[in-house]
Structures are given as C-alpha cells and as structure tokens.
C-alpha cells in the first residue's frame, strides 16, 4: 500500500473508492496502479504520458463526449487476436474500424431511415456505416459491389457532379459501363436492362442542382427484376422527407455533410443498407482499406445537428416554397424548378413519395451565363459557395462550379445549363433572400441591356 500513498490526491481517491465499492476502476488505472506498485513511484516524465482516469460511474456527460483519441486499449491479447481474425465482434480497437461517436450516429441514422412510413407499421432494421465524405461513402458504395469488366451502372445524366466524375474516372476504367439517362423515360431504363449487365440502378432524388425526381418504388422494383441492386442517393431529402427502403431501395447514400449536420461545419458522409451482413462485412471493410472514416469532432458535430433535423427541415422547405413563389413571378427568371411547384415535371411523384419537397431550389436567369454570373457578384445577404443545406442561403452556379466535369454536352442534355443558379435556402427569414435575389436580378438586368444596346464602360 505504500506505493498508493505517493499517489496523486486524483488517484489516491479512485484507489480508496474502488476499495470501498469494490468497482472495476477502468483497466487503464487499474494498470497504473499496478505498474506503479510494481515498480515504485512514476517518474515525473511518466505522470507526464500517463492519463489517469476517473471511475466510469463517476461520468455521467450528458452529451456523448468526442473521442479524441485515434486508438483504444486492446482486450486481452486472446481476445484481440479473434477480433483482427474476425471471428469475434469488434470492439474499438483503432479509429478507421469505427469510433464510439462514428457508431452512435451510425445507430441514429439506421433508425431514421427505417423508421415507419405509416403509423402501425414496424421499423425497418437496416445498418449504417458512417464515411468521412458523402464521396468517400458514395465510392465506397460502387467499390464494395466488386463490379468487373462488362457489368454496367445505370444513372441519370444529372446527378451531382463529383459522383459523375468518380463514375467517369474511377468506374469507366475498369471496364464498367456506366449508362447514363433519364429515369423518368421508364422504357428506355427497361431497354438499359435488357441490353447490358446492369448490376446497379443508381438514382439521386432529388437531384442536386437540377431538382428532378424519379418514381424510386417502380425503378427498384425495376432493378431487383433483372437482378440488379438498387441505390439512391437522398441527401437533399433527409430521412425526415422520404425513406427510400420503404420504396424497395437495396441502399441509401448521404451526404451527411448537408442538411444532416445542418450547420456547415461537419464533413461526414453514410451508407446505409438493407443486408446486415454485407453491411458488416463489405462495407465496412471498404472504409477500414481505403481509409475514408469519419473523424470523431465530425461525427459528434454531426449528432449535434441530427437533433434539430425535423424542425429545420420543415423550415427549410416553407422558405423554399415561398422563394420558389416569389422567382416564378420575376421577369428576369426564365424558370424555377422547385418540387413544390405544381409547375415542375416531377411535382406529382414527389408528392407520392416525399413529406414536403426540400430545401433546394434552381432558376435559370434572363440572360445567359453572364446574367447568372452577374446575379451571383451582386448578391448582398445570400452567401456564394457550393455546399448546401446550411442555416443561410446558399447560392452557387452548378455549370461553372459543382458540375463543371461533367462533359458540357452531358449538362445541357440534363437541364444544367449555363444560366442555372442553385439555390440552398436557409432558415432565416425568406423575406430577406427574396429582397437579396431581387434586387441583384434587377441590378444585374440593366447593366446587360446597356451592354447589348453598346453602352460602353458598362461590366458584363
Ligand atoms: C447530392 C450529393 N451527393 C453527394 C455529395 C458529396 O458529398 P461530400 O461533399 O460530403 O463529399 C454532394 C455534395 O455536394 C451532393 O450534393
């Protein structure tokens, strides 16, 4: 016992309330403590590196603390063998296998999207796993369904930019053919079917920047009919507005960096799926090989934002639609596309299939590219930059920023043309984003009519 008399006050008190609760202080104390007895009092250098640690009942946070730790303590070496042999269960051993705050949001997000359409109906149990980028999890996805030559992959023409350029130059090479459409042309997705080794029909509803919808019940069914899996990407609806494995989806894909996380401020990004055990196994090796794990801070800012998500997104989409009202009525707007419009193509399958329509709108400007870009310099209140789902407005050009790779033949062929603004509306109050977008499409408008009538001295 003298060894625990040179204790620091801190331990002295673990040691004493172990020995009166007889409690399994936590392993690394009880290894201090040892050690210390073993070989005599800690040098000044090893009270330096060594933690110690408080006794587990004393810590009760009510927020999950963020693991700032990049490895854990290993179980008994047994024990650690059958978990790196995969024969037991993992625990936390090693942050790319998975981090106490990556797991929790992993369970919280498996729980939304599988969470009843209908009242009466029993939640879905389906796995998540969690990526450090809605694009490292969106790869993941393509690289896990092990595609080889003369498989093909199934898309629209307009799906966000970097997944068509991950497609284009990561997926093509390998002799994957990757087909790309509108699916909302049923027969020519049937005839993509019947003509190819479609492994994978991959949607994005709704799209970014071009806001269509595809009828995601029918396609599924569509794909599982040919043996192909099914994937949709749903970031700009969240969970709270559509749950696409209640339309048949074999996956789910996020960029949980958007309106998720909400606040502008996480970079993470989730899988979710239907087959447990491919989850558990495929899928959760394609993050611990490539390395693309969410970093605890992101994860825990995450769940902060995963808590307001039904209330923001209600918000979201009320200002959305209010926005979408007041460009329709512009003269300077050529179009809005907005899924609540009833004038939008897709109006009515978003209304079968989502709860409201979101929080992202588009509009093409009077003017072309130069009218869209003057729009952009002369906003006031919005905000330019190319994410999206944040707490203010939004505003970027998707031809000349998100979506630029993408061929320009493609982009035009799918509604992402030149004069396209994408809106990301925030919470504030829409009044303030109408008065922005007014007054920059009215200041924008006669410095391009001087211009074509030859005003000289006059930007473009
Ligand atoms: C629809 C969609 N999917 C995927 C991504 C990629 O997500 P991240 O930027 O988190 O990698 C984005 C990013 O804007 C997106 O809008």
Not at 65 to 87: C, G, K, M, R
């Amino acid at each position: 016992m003298a060894a625990v008399e040179r204790l620091p006050t801190c331990l002295k008190q673990q040691v004493s309330l172990r020995a009166r609760l007889n409690y399994g202080v936590v392993r690394l104390v009880e290894t201090g403590f040892d050690m210390m007895a073993n070989e005599g009092a800690q040098t000044f250098q090893s009270i330096c590196c060594t933690d110690p640690v408080l006794p587990a009942d004393t810590i009760r946070p009510h927020i999950q603390p963020i693991y700032a730790t990049s490895t854990f303590v290993y179980p008994p070496p047994d024990e650690a063998i059958q978990v790196f042999e995969e024969v037991k269960e993992r625990p936390y051993l090693y942050n790319r296998w998975g981090t106490p705050n990556s797991h929790l949001v992993e369970k919280k997000l498996a729980a939304l999207e599988g969470f009843p359409d209908r009242s009466g109906s029993s939640p879905l149990q389906l796995e998540a796993v969690l990526f450090s980028s809605g694009m490292a999890a969106i790869s993941s996805l393509f690289l896990s369904l092990g595609l080889r030559p003369g498989d093909a992959i199934v898309t629209q023409g307009n799906i966000y930019g970097t997944t068509t350029e991950f497609l284009d130059v990561m997926v093509t090479p390998l002799g994957v053919r990757v087909i790309y459409g509108e699916l909302q042309d049923l027969d020519w997705v049937e005839m993509q079917f019947r003509q190819n080794k479609v492994r994978l029909l991959y949607m994005e509803s709704p799209t970014n920047a071009t806001s269509r919808c595809c009828d995601i019940r029918t396609l599924a069914a569509l794909a599982h009919a040919y043996g192909a899996k099914a994937a949709v990407d749903s970031t700009l609806a969240t969970p709270y507005l559509q749950r696409p494995f209640f339309l048949g989806v074999d996956f789910v894909v996020h960029s949980a960096t958007k309106f998720l996380n909400g606040h502008s401020n996480s970079l993470t990004g989730v899988v979710i799926g239907k087959d447990a055990a491919f989850m558990k196994t495929e899928m959760w090796r394609m993050r611990k090989l490539l390395g693309g794990c969410a970093g605890s801070f992101d994860a825990w800012l995450l769940n902060m934002g995963l808590k307001t998500l039904p209330m923001r997104m209600e918000r979201h989409c009320a200002n959305a639609m209010t926005i979408a009202t007041a460009l329709e009525r512009h003269e300077e707007v050529k179009c809005v596309r907005y899924l609540g419009l009833p004038s939008h193509s897709d109006h009515a399958v978003a209304k079968r299939q989502m709860k409201a329509f979101g929080g992202v709108l588009s509009f093409e400007v009077r003017g072309g590219r130069d009218a869209a870009v003057g729009v952009l310099r002369l906003l006031r209140r919005c905000t330019m930059t190319a994410t999206l789902g944040a707490m203010d407005t939004l505003v970027q050009h998707p031809a000349l920023m998100t979506h630029i790779k993408v061929p320009k033949e493609q982009r035009e062929r799918h509604g992402i043309s030149d004069d396209l603004l994408r809106v990301s509306v925030g919470i504030e109050d829409p009044e303030e984003v109408i008065a922005d977008l007014t007054q920059a499409l009215e200041a924008s408008a006669p410095r391009r009519l001087s211009a074509v009538r030859g005003v000289s001295g006059v930007p473009v």
